[in-house]
């Protein structure tokens, strides 16, 4: 089967998992990449991203044990183009990618108000497919992934509250 036609032969569950398994993947990516370039300027920052990759993965491979329990197959890899339901929240998702130097502590707030605006961003994209999906399977999936969004949200809003806000 050509990569082509990968999407078409997934059923909706196997769409859900295989999309938490990619965004999972690419916020893990991002907040390890932030975690580097806090290291010199507030290694406890660093820290609590490292702590939030580790748990990205967790999640990732928690989808991805999932989707062989239910479909007896690993989950397939995104080639080239990504799932229906991704397609219109890619410019979302870009907006995101703006690199930051950690040098001062307005640079440490926006970066972490980018990661928290990550997070609930990935949350309201699946909880707008939650809303739009009529198959029971995979309601529960993005409600579990809503969910997972959910209390990173709250871990980057403890943390954001623990920085003194930059003046303007």
Not at 42 to 47: R, T
Not at 78 to 99: D, N, Q, V
Request: glycine share 2%; charged share 30%; net charge negative.
């Amino acid at each position: 089967m050509s990569p082509d036609n990968l999407e078409s032969a997934l059923s909706p569950a196997q769409e859900a998992l295989a999309l938490g398994i990619a965004i999972e993947r690419h916020n893990a990516a991002h907040f390890q990449e932030w975690a580097y370039r806090f290291r010199a300027y507030d290694p406890a920052v660093a820290e609590f991203l490292s702590a939030l990759v580790e748990e990205e993965q967790e999640h990732e491979r928690q989808l991805a044990a999932l989707y062989r329990e239910c479909f007896g197959e690993d989950a397939p890899i995104p080639e080239r183009e990504p799932p229906t339901e991704l397609r219109k929240y890619i410019p979302g998702f870009a907006a995101f990618g703006e690199h930051f130097l950690i040098a001062e502590a307005w640079a440490a707030y926006n970066l972490l108000t980018a990661a928290l605006d990550i997070e609930r961003f990935t949350r309201n994209f699946y909880t707008e497919l939650l809303e739009q999906t009529k198959d029971t399977a995979q309601a529960d999936i993005y409600r579990q992934l809503a969910a997972f969004e959910e209390e990173h949200e709250r871990a980057f809003e403890e943390r954001l509250a623990k920085l003194e806000q930059p003046a303007d």
